[in-house]
């Protein structure tokens, strides 16, 4: 099936609130991702996405176009520094600053802890960690920093790091280090211009946890407000926070789950 999406979410945002800013956003192609680039450029931002897979991108792109915005794609593999360096060559060359960044690539696995394997685990890390790591200082480094402005916002996995996830020790334990990063960062560079956040979705149904094989009714019960989580959603909360009205908030980790992460056991 196709996951519903929210376009009410996204209708109290101001088109042209962004207009001249230049957006980059990992894990462009699909889900949040691309609900994101999409909102951006609607919203005036001259956006570039960037991923492993180009025909995912330029399907993104050609959606952009389509509707009036513009979109460029930068197939990359965010798990290499030389490929980061690359792609930020690509993207400063054609745009000359960056001034947005979206941390949403990301991946594990289900697995119990003790059958993870120690390259199985440095996997998830490299990616969930160490690539949000290098890409969003680079960008704070040749872009950012020298003309005093930014904005990062880096996407966790669904449900807050502040507490494991049964199954989840390799993911949990990036995203926690995501969290530490986005509230050091925020005190480093507050200064000097950069407002840093993270974002805890809830249970966003993409076509990603479609193939997890769960019924979406029987997990939307164990969620307070009876729903899984929209792309869109998560799209709007970060269109907020990267427009003005953002501005004042920074260090911190949104949580915006439809109350998941405060549900304990309930007798109805």
């Not at 101001?14 to 680039?37: C, E, M």
């Not at 696995?109 to 993870?116: G, L």
């Not at 907020?240 to 304990?264: C, M």
Request: charged content about 20%.
């Amino acid at each position: 099936m196709t996951p519903p999406r929210r376009p009410d979410a996204l209708a109290v945002l101001a088109d042209g609130s962004l207009k001249g800013q230049v957006a980059l956003i990992t894990g462009g192609g699909t889900g949040i991702g691309r609900a994101t680039a999409e909102l951006l450029a609607r919203l005036g931002a001259t956006v570039a996405v960037t991923g492993r897979r180009a025909e995912l991108l330029n399907d993104t792109v050609a959606a952009i176009a389509a509707a009036g915005g513009h979109a460029s794609a930068y197939p990359c593999d965010i798990r290499e520094p030389e490929h980061v360096d690359a792609l930020l060559d690509a993207v400063l060359g054609d745009h000359e600053r960056i001034d947005l960044l979206v941390n949403n690539a990301g991946g594990q696995f289900v697995s119990p802890a003790e059958d993870i394997s120690y390259n199985g685990f440095r996997a998830v890390e490299r990616l969930n960690l160490d690539a949000t790591f290098y890409i969003s200082t680079q960008v704070a480094k040749r872009s950012m920093l020298p003309n005093g402005f930014g904005k990062i916002a880096s996407i966790t996995m669904s449900m807050t790091p502040h507490r494991g996830i049964v199954g989840m020790s390799h993911s949990s334990a990036a995203r926690a280090g995501v969290e530490s990063l986005t509230a050091t960062w925020a005190q480093e560079w507050g200064t000097r211009g950069i407002r840093t956040i993270a974002v805890a979705p809830g249970i966003v149904h993409t076509e990603a946890w479609e193939r997890y094989g769960l019924e979406p009714e029987q997990v939307a019960a164990v969620v307070p407000i009876r729903r899984l989580q929209s792309v869109d959603d998560v799209a709007a909360l970060l269109g907020f926070w990267l427009s003005p009205a953002g501005d004042y908030i920074t260090g911190i980790t949104l949580v915006a789950d439809g109350g998941f992460n405060v549900t304990g056991p309930t007798l109805y």
